[in-house]
Nanobody, 110 residues
Framework: VQVVESGGGLVQAGGSLRVSCTVS????????VGWYRQAPGKQRELVAT???????NIADSVKGRFTISRDNAKNTVYLQMTSLKPEDTAVYYC?????WGQGTQVTVSS
């Protein structure tokens, strides 16, 4: 199984960004996929998950600003981030079953 994140970058506070997680080497559509983030000096935290059937679960810290979706035809899960804040700055990781991606850096400037 390979998990690859993409789409990170530098954005100003208040802006939006979408990161993607693409999985290969496994049946994709039946499994829950999760997005996590880790800021410097902090523990990795759960941001959002989405079940194989498309049911999302969003962490309270980003609820109302972040949404998660998936395209099973593309083996891809998306994390749409809006109204970004400097405290959203972190490396964003995708987890599929027990496999982590390498992460994608999201930096929000004030």
């Amino acid at each position: 199984v390979q998990v690859v994140e993409s789409g990170g970058g530098l954005v100003q506070a208040g802006g939006s960004l979408r990161v993607s997680c693409t999985v290969s080497g496994s049946i994709f559509s039946i499994y829950t996929v999760g997005w996590y983030r880790q800021a410097p000096g902090k523990q990795r935290e759960l941001v959002a998950t989405i079940t194989g059937g498309g049911t999302p679960n969003i962490a309270d810290s980003v609820k109302g600003r972040f949404t998660i979706s998936r395209d099973n035809a593309k083996n891809t899960v998306y994390l749409q981030m809006t109204s970004l804040k400097p405290e959203d700055t972190a490396v964003y990781y995708c987890k599929f079953i027990g496999t982590w991606g390498q992460g994608t850096q999201v930096t929000v400037s004030s």
